[in-house]
Structures are given as C-alpha cells and as structure tokens.
C-alpha cells in the first residue's frame, strides 16, 4: 500500500511540474527595442548599419519587438523636421515601455539622450556610426548608454596607395564643408603630412563640385584622390554622393580612394574602409548583453577598428593594378564569375576521387584476374582445394559488388556536377539563361569570333500594374508563360535569357542587317498578340523593344545592352508596344532625360517649381469662379521646361508623387489664404496624375492638405483625364467615390479627345466636364461642324454636370458657348495663366471691367 502510495506521489509532481513550465512561459513579455537612424531608408551607410544590427539580434532566443524609425537628418537638417520626429515618437510609443534605444551615427544619438526620458522609459542607449569627437560633445553629462566608436583610419588607405605607387608626391583630399566634413578632412591632411613631410597635401573644399572633377581630371600619374564625407558643396546645395563618386572617377587620371564602403560599385577603387555592416553587428551585439540583463554603464564602449581592406576589381582592371601589390587580406569586389575559381575546392576532390576509382578499378580487374588465374589452378588439382575456390569466389563476387558501388558513386558525382553548372547558367524561375551566361558565354563569343549579330532588349508593358493590381503570384505564373513562347524563336543563333523582373534578351549572331533584325523584332512582337490565360485571368501584353547591332553599335555584352536599354526606352516614350533602333541622336536624348531626373529634387528645394493660375469665368455674369492650378518650371541650368517634357518624365520616375503633392498643397494653402484676404469663395482646380491615384494612401493625402489649409472640400476640384480612368478602372473609381462623398469636385479633362465612353460616364460620379480646346478652335472656323460640341453641352447638362470650355480666345466663340449655355470659360480671352504676383492685379482689373 505504501508503495502505491509513493508511486501516486510521484506522478502528482511530475504532472505539477509538467504543467507550470507552459504557462511561465505564456506569461513571458517580449523585450521592446527601437531603432532611430540619423539618415533616410535607402541611404546605403544607414541601411547597412541597421542590416547588420538585424543580424546580431536574429540569433537572440528570447522574445523581442523591434521598431525603427528614420529622423531623414543628412536630406533634412531641420529643428521643424526634429520637431516632426518628436511629434510621430510621442504618439507612438509613450505608452510603451523601451528596453533599449539604437541609435545609428550622431544626430539619433542626440535625439535619443535628449527625449528618453520623456518618450522612452528612460531606456538605456546603444550607439554606432558616431567618431571620439563628436560622442564626447553629444554624451557630455549623460550616463547609462555604450555603443560602437567610428574610428577612420585614413593612415593604413594612404599607406596602401603608397605600396601600389612608391613614386606618390601629391595627395587631393575631398571633403566638404559640414562640421563632421572639416573635422575628417583635416584628420586626413594631419595624418598625410605625419607620413612624409615631402607629400604635397592639398585639400579641395573650397572648389565647387564641377571645379572638383575639372581640377583631378589633370592632375598627373603620381597623385592620390582621397573622397572623405562629400555630401554638400560650398553653396549649401545636397549633392548626390554615388553619381559624384562616379563623375569623379569617369575624369580622374589615377584611382580614387575613400574612407567608408558606401562609396563602393561607383567608381570608387577602395581603401581601408570603415563597415556599416560592422558597426550594426557590433552593436547589436551589445544590444543583446543588456536584453540578456547587463547594464549599459558596465559594458566599456568598443574603440576598436570596424574597417576593411576592400577593392574593386573593375578598378584594379582600369589602371592595370595587380592584386599582390594590395594589402593581405584585402578583399576583393565586383571580381568575374568564374566557374574553376569559384568551385576550385571541389574540383579538385572530385578529381581525386576520380583518379582514386582509376586506381581502384585497376587493382580490382588486376585481383580479378589474379583470381581467375588461381581457379584453372586449382580445377587443375585435387577435391582438396574445392572448399577453397568456393571461397575465392565468394570473394570475388564481393568486389564486383563493391566495384558497382563505385561505379554508381562516380555516375551521381557526374551528375551533381552538371547540376551545379546548369544552375550557374540558369534562372531559377523560368529555366532561360540567365545575366551570368550573356556576360560569361555570350561574351566569350563575341571575343572570338568577329561580331555581326544583334542584341533584342526586351521590356514587358506595364508589368508592375499586373503585380500591384493582381498580385506577384500571377506576375510569376505571367513570366513563365511568356518564357515558353519565346522559347519558339530561340536556336542555336538566338539565345533567349532572362535578365531579371520583366527584362528579357535575344542575342542573335546571325544577324547581318537592319532589315533582318527589324523582322526578327516583329516576330517577338507578334507572339504578344494573343492573350495570356493565367490564373483565370485574360491578360493582353505588349512589349517595347531596344535593338543595338554588333558592331555598329558596340563589339562587347555591356555596350550592346546599355544602347539596346537607350532604344528601349525611347519605345517607351513614343507611347510602348514596338521596336527601336539605337542611335546617337538617342543617346543625346537620354543624356537630356537624365538630366532633368537629377534636378528634380533640387528643382523642388531651391524653389523652382512655381505655380501659375488661369481664371475660370462662369459665362453669364463674366464673374471669376475660380482657377486652374498649373505647373510651370525654371532651371538655371535647362532653362524653362514645358509641363510636358518633364511631367512623364516624373511619372516613370515616381516623382509625381512629391511635385504632385507639393502643388496641391501650395495651391490649397494659396487659394485659401487669397479667399480670406478678398472675402471670396474662389475655387481651386487641380490636375491629379494617374501614378498619385494609384497610391494607397492617395485620400488621406488630400483629406490632409484640407485640414493643414483649413480649405472647404467644396471649393477643391480634381482634375483627371479619360485615359487615367481607362488605365486602371477598378482602382480609380473607387477613389472618386469617396473623394466625391468627402465633397470634393472632379472634373473630366480633355473631354472628346479619348475613350469617351458613355458607359464610365455614367457610372462615375464626376461633376464637370471640361470641353478640349480642339473643339473649341472649331467655333471660329467656318468649314468646321460644332456638332461635338454642342453635344457635350447637351449631354454634360442632362447628367446635371457643370461644362468648362478650355482654350477661348476670341469674342465669337464666348458668344457662341453663351448661347449654347456653357456654364464657365478659361482662356487667353480674358487671362492667360499667370504667377501669383500678378494674379491679384488682374482680379482687381477684372472687378473694375465687369464689377464682380
């Protein structure tokens, strides 16, 4: 009985014990850990910084949250945009209790000692991406934090270029002239001038960034570029550090150095250069300690060295430098793929191995032979040996077996080689080759044999409104299906690969004339002509075409496709769905395209974007209902641009999206405060691009630009085209819907001189229609019919829309849109589109004319 006792006792505990473990461990918090960058996602040192921090806390196995936030410091070194971040915080997390604050480089720092107390539970800090100096200005009275010390090593980069060139005597060094940018220049021209005091130091910020590139584009063979922290030039402006980099090496005579792996892949050759990847694992590292229960105070801030010796091997190339001359070590970017070098290891194994099965098999067929050898002997003798050839047969049977062992061993090595080589040379995808065999098989062609071939660029229409609208699922079901058709023109001549995204290429090789490429090119085209089952959906798919012949327009892989990519894109421009052939005149005008892409944001900051205004008239009192909002551009460096050489432009860019919000905004706040100062009620119209309707959040950008201006959504009116509808009907539509229930107008631009289908008409809640000027200019022209015209007038008002007449000029045609009771005017006849500065005097002229 007493053992039963026990026994019952004993399971009692074990399931006691059993079940408290779950619930401990349900009961267990997640620890909070909140990033704060200085700088902007997709700058490359902040996300390599915060790539490295994810790293060393993805092996943490404890439960934890991890939020990060972006102050945007290096584009916007305001106390407004410190003020914003504050804001956004505080609403985030005040209720949250931090158990660690990351900080990355020194504005995030400051910002964290300042308002951890007030907005993080007075959490401990862990910093990186912030140099001696600057920790002891920001830190100073502050406890309870440690990081990750930026220590620059400008010393062991010069030393490393002094190996490469004994011969050195000059050394340029770039930096500009930001505090942190004047503190590293001058560490660097101290650390030169200590190496020898025969070096010629010379730095370059007092020159403006065109000055930079001219002045290294001429200095001579035994110089040294070093490019420190180069983001703003000597007249404030933000400079784009990557495309500097690249400008710079494009004209320097002799490599170009640098201080931080950001500058790689843009024509920088290297250097001792500090990790941001480093800095965030390291870091995080520390962030680990003091989740795991230290405490920050006790953890001693980590000085030592974060810095690599990396090069890139284009550069090494360009000026003939050999890799023994570098640092040991060193690592090396960018280096060509190769198949013997990458898989060298374990070539060489199975190479071993099949030389060891050689041996083997000649020992085994010497044995077997031995073998037979010793059975005619022993038939030859007496029973006596029976029982031992029964034996040796038995053994040889055993190595037979083991020699088909080996056999099927070196067959599946065979085959795991081959495997691995058709994946070298294969997308995973659709099974095309992919860019590793255009630029390593295809270039090997083009080497040894004579070029004369062509390079088909192909680039799928519209393929990331499939994606966004239909999901990446059916994008990838879309890609396959249009690999196996194009699969059909390819040969031995035509190598179909696959580049990536919706990026396709043809190299033909035997191409020998425009007239036969121009065929091939219709061909690829007329395998898009019928649709696409995928899914349960019909898709219809065009594609714009790039073609660049060898060796008219280059004799090697990079060459051809960098002209057929121009040739693409200038399809892509003349409205998609065809082919182009590249050309010189093409190469200016994507010169020029790429010119207006980078002023864009300049452009917006230094104001150069203006809006004009074009009174609207309502027809019967001649009195100003409103105005037309449109955007007008002036470039000191291109001169004045029409809206339509930049706006398409922006629109493939995503551009739109900020100048399209920039002039909502401004017109709303403008029109508002111009109302409040006339005691007016005028409105405001405003063109809306189809990239700004696509987005998400494209509503609740304008319920905001109301609230900011205080303007009554009454008095705003959107104005899109037919063709904005057209392209995405779905989407679009629903958007109307609840703009038009907040009570904001929308007006139908260039009405007649698209789609114009009754069938949206009706089923979208617009409350204007906008009259093209086209049908305008036919009023004063006699053998023209106003046929259209009236029609629209007639429609508009039975559907109880509003009609504005675009484009009057002349007094006949004011008295002919009275008559066929227009409702409003805009045109030269009374106003052209004007600046704000002489808006108001016009409305005062116009008040005294016609007294409204």
Not at 428 to 442: A, H
Not at 493 to 499: A, E, F, H, P, T
Not at 541 to 555: E, K, M, Q, R, Y
Not at 558 to 581: Q, S
Request: aromatic share 10%.
């Amino acid at each position: 009985m007493a053992k039963k006792i026990t026994i019952l006792f004993m399971i009692i505990l074990i399931f006691i014990s059993s079940s408290n473990f779950p619930v401990k461990a349900a009961t267990t918090l997640a620890k909070n850990v909140l990033i704060i960058n200085s700088y902007h996602q997709g700058f490359q040192w902040t996300d390599d910084q915060s790539s490295g921090i994810m790293s060393s806390l993805s092996s943490l196995d404890i439960n934890y949250d991890v939020s990060i936030e972006y102050l945007d410091w290096k584009r916007y070194p305001t106390e407004v945009n410190i003020a914003n971040a504050y804001n956004n915080m505080k609403s985030k997390y005040s209720n949250t209790k931090m158990d660690v604050i990351m900080c990355t480089d020194d504005a995030a720092l400051n910002f964290a000692l300042k308002y951890r107390g007030e907005l993080f539970s007075d959490a401990p800090i862990v910093f990186c991406g912030v140099n001696s100096n600057g920790l002891a200005d920001i830190s100073k009275d502050q406890v309870n934090f440690t990081g990750v010390l930026e220590e620059l090593d400008p010393e062991s980069t010069i030393n490393a270029a002094l190996a490469i060139n004994p011969a050195l005597k000059n050394i340029y060094i770039i930096y500009d002239n930001t505090e942190s940018g004047i503190s590293t220049g001058q560490l660097c021209i101290d650390t030169a001038k200590n190496i020898s005091n025969t070096f010629n130091v010379q730095p370059l910020n007092n020159l403006s960034k065109s000055g930079i590139i001219d002045f290294i584009s001429r200095v001579d063979k035994n110089s040294m570029v070093l490019v420190t922290s180069y983001f703003v030039d000597i007249y404030g402006n933000n400079i784009d550090h990557h495309a500097f980099c690249e400008n710079l090496s494009n004209s320097s005579p002799v490599p170009i150095y640098h201080l931080y792996d950001f500058g790689l892949n843009h024509g920088i050759f290297g250097g001792n250069l500090i990790i941001g990847k480093i800095q965030g694992e390291e870091a995080g590292l520390l962030t680990k300690r003091i989740l795991l229960g230290e405490q920050a105070s006790s953890i001693p801030i980590i000085d030592r060295k974060t810095n690599k010796y990396t090069f890139d091997y284009n550069i090494m190339k360009k000026y003939n430098i050999s890799k023994s001359l570098l640092p040991k070590d060193s690592q090396i970017i960018n280096k060509p793929f190769s198949f013997i070098e990458t898989y060298r290891k374990l070539v060489y194994v199975v190479l071993f191995i099949f030389l060891l099965l050689i041996s083997f098999t000649i020992i085994l067929l010497f044995y077997i032979r031995k073998i037979r050898l010793m059975q005619l002997r022993i038939s030859a003798n007496n029973e006596e040996l029976t029982q031992l050839y029964e034996e040796l047969t038995a053994t040889e049977e055993e190595l037979r077996a083991q020699y088909e062992d080996v056999t099927e061993a070196q067959t599946q090595l065979v085959e795991y080689s081959s495997e691995l080589h058709h994946l070298a040379y294969h997308d995973t995808l659709t099974g095309l080759y992919n860019r590793l065999y255009l630029y390593e098989v295809v270039e090997q062609k083009l080497t040894l044999s004579s070029c004369i071939g062509a390079l088909f660029f192909i680039d799928l229409d519209n393929f990331k409104f499939v994606n966004d609208a239909l999901g990446h699922n059916l994008g990838d079901e879309l890609l396959k299906a249009i690999s196996l058709r194009l699969l059909n023109l390819s040969s031995k001549s035509n190598s179909l690969i696959r580049l990536g995204g919706d990026e396709f290429v043809f190299f033909s090789s035997n191409i020998k004339s425009k007239a036969i490429a121009q065929n091939f090119a219709n061909k690829i085209s007329k395998y898009f002509i019928k649709p696409f089952d995928i899914l349960a959906n019909h898709l219809t798919v065009t594609v714009s075409i790039g073609i660049a012949l060898c060796p008219d327009n280059g004799s090697n892989v990079d060459t051809l496709l960098r002209n057929a990519d121009m040739a693409m894109y200038k399809v892509k421009n003349n409205g998609k769905n065809g082919f182009f052939f590249f050309n010189n005149i093409l190469k200016d005008m994507l010169l020029d395209r790429v010119n207006i892409e980078n002023n864009f944001k300049k452009g917006l900051s230094h104001n150069e974007f203006q809006i004009y205004y074009q009174p609207q008239i309502i027809t019967t009192t001649n009195a100003i209902d409103g105005f037309e909002a449109l955007i007008r551009w002036y470039s000191p460096e291109l001169g004045m641009l029409p809206p339509l050489k930049f706006i398409s432009i922006a629109e493939e860019t995503g551009f739109i999206k900020i100048l399209g919000e920039w002039i909502l905004r401004s017109a709303c706040h403008y029109i508002k405060d111009l109302n409040n100062r006339k005691n007016a009620k005028f409105k405001i119209s405003v063109n809306i691009s189809v990239i700004q309707l696509l987005q998400d959040n494209f509503v609740d950008i304008v319920k905001q630009v109301l609230i900011d201006s205080r303007l009554s959504p009454e008095l705003l009116e959107l104005e899109i085209t037919e063709s904005v509808i057209m392209g995405s009907p779905e989407l679009v539509v629903e958007k109307i819907k609840v703009l038009r229930r907040i009570g904001i107008k929308i007006a139908l631009d260039d009405f007649g001189t698209g789609y114009s289908s009754l069938s949206y008409l009706r089923n979208i809640p617009i409350t204007t229609l906008k009259i093209d000027k086209l049908f305008i200019d036919d009023i004063s022209n006699p053998k023209s019919n106003t046929d259209v015209t009236d029609a629209i007038i007639d429609l508009g008002h039975k559907m109880n829309l509003t009609i504005v007449a675009e484009g009057v000029e002349t007094e006949e045609q004011l008295q002919y849109l009275k008559k066929n009771n227009c409702d409003k005017i805009q045109g030269y006849l009374f106003s052209k589109p004007l600046p704000v500065t002489e808006l108001e005097c016009m409305i005062e002229e116009h008040k005294k004319t016609y007294g409204h």
